[in-house]
């Protein structure tokens, strides 16, 4: 590549290590923007992360200097135009309630700006480990949009109703400090670290029981969202209880030793 050629941008790249799920966003010319066609590639690595048992975690970073600059506005307004008329309009909704619903935990590594719908990406992730330069941006009043249901519920529930109308009426950029003073980063690390740290954040997680990992998320999330089916908790709290893991924690436990859980 010369000096004055742009990276290659494509659709996202799954690879996946030691139960250990990595998304990388890869339009680094571009700040990682979201295409449609990057929609429909989430949602098949998502199938793919939901069907294979042996991933434990997920981790979502971007190529470059910035995570994802959100979805393309040349196509809202080609969408707009009539130019993409069987483009779904709910695409981006439906992409990111996916990735919050996923039975893993998810970890969005912010490795720069995260802005516009990208931000709600990151808040369906269950943790966000930024850089000192990660800054954000919700520009959706001033694109005349009003933002879809459920990540205005994300919003609120993430950071609070306060926070979520500064973010959205005010549409004023804001900085890592009071990103992680509002909630919306879990921690703020050295850009060079910030690999080091979510992989050991990935470890950790991945080294705990996947049964009862994935329905305490859910759990979690059901809650946050007022929609806690009390009879599934139950029959999830029932079906640990009977697992091959629940006795293999209780004996490694005894033991003093680290559990091998086998997800059954």
Request: proline share 5%; hydrophobic share 40%.
């Amino acid at each position: 590549m010369t000096a004055d050629a742009k990276p290659v941008s494509t659709t996202p790249v799954l690879t996946i290590t030691e139960g250990k799920a990595l998304i990388r966003l890869h339009r680094p010319a571009e700040h990682n923007r979201l295409e449609p066609a990057d929609l429909d590639a989430l949602m098949s690595i998502y199938d793919r992360i939901a069907n294979d048992a042996t991933v434990r975690v997920l981790v979502i970073t971007g190529t470059g200097k910035s995570f994802s600059s959100g979805f393309h506005i040349g196509a809202l307004k080609e969408r707009n135009e009539g130019q993409q008329s069987d483009y779904d309009p709910n695409a981006f909704e439906k992409m990111v309630d996916k990735l919050e619903d996923l039975r893993v935990p998810t970890i969005a590594a912010l490795n720069g700006g995260v802005y516009g719908g990208s931000t709600d990406l990151a808040l369906a992730c269950d943790f966000r480990i930024g850089v000192e330069s990660t800054r954000m941006f919700m520009p959706a009043a001033r694109l005349g949009i009003v933002y879809y249901q459920s990540g205005l519920r994300r919003y609120v529930s993430r950071i609070g109703l306060d926070n979520a109308k500064r973010m959205f009426l005010t549409a004023e950029p804001v900085e890592a400090p009071e990103l992680l003073r509002m909630g919306y980063l879990t921690e703020i690390v050295p850009a060079a670290q910030l690999m080091q740290r979510v992989d050991a954040l990935a470890s950790q997680i991945a080294a705990n029981a996947p049964l009862a990992v994935a329905a305490t998320k859910k759990a979690l999330n059901d809650v946050a969202a007022q929609r806690l089916d009390l009879d599934w908790h139950e029959e999830a709290r029932a079906a640990c209880a009977r697992s091959d893991d629940h006795q293999e924690g209780l004996k490694a436990w005894a033991e003093k030793r680290k559990p091998a859980f086998s997800g059954r």
